[in-house]
């Protein structure tokens, strides 16, 4: 079975201008083109797991050169494949300590009691009375 690209774009939640995108930069390979003779573009119907992979990916945290570079190595050995979701998973744990530090200092200055009535970042000061 073929499909058009608007079929395509609807079985997986993408717009059109994305699945042109995605084979102009390699995400979308000709191994999932069918050309006619008139130049139009007629789908396989693998290439809808493969958009629904591709988004996965990106919703994990991958960036579209990630997907790229693992769709133009063709096929990567189990050990590398680990070590890219391991990274994945380190950058994930160091975003998550970076939000609770975020966190805990927000936290800190509301134990603070620190106001800006007076400016940004400046201390109220009491003035003694005569």
Do not use: W
């Not at 990274?87 to 300590?97: F, L, P, W, Y």
């Not at 200055?109 to 000061?125: A, N, Q, R, W």
């Amino acid at each position: 079975m073929h499909m058009k690209i608007s079929e395509v774009a609807e079985m997986v939640d993408l717009p059109i201008s994305t699945i042109r995108y995605y084979e102009k930069i390699g995400i979308i390979t000709e191994e999932y083109i069918l050309r006619e003779q008139n130049n139009y573009r007629n789908y396989t119907l693998e290439i809808i797991h493969h958009l629904d992979v591709v988004k996965n990916c990106l919703a994990v945290g991958f960036s579209i050169n990630d997907i790229r570079s693992m769709i133009s190595k063709n096929g990567i050995s189990k050990d590398e494949q680990t070590k890219i979701i391991k990274e994945k998973i380190a950058g994930i744990e160091d975003a998550q300590k970076k939000l609770e530090d975020s966190k805990q200092s927000l936290y800190d200055i509301l134990e603070l009691d620190i106001t800006c009535e007076d400016g940004f970042g400046k201390y109220s000061e009491l003035v003694p009375e005569d």
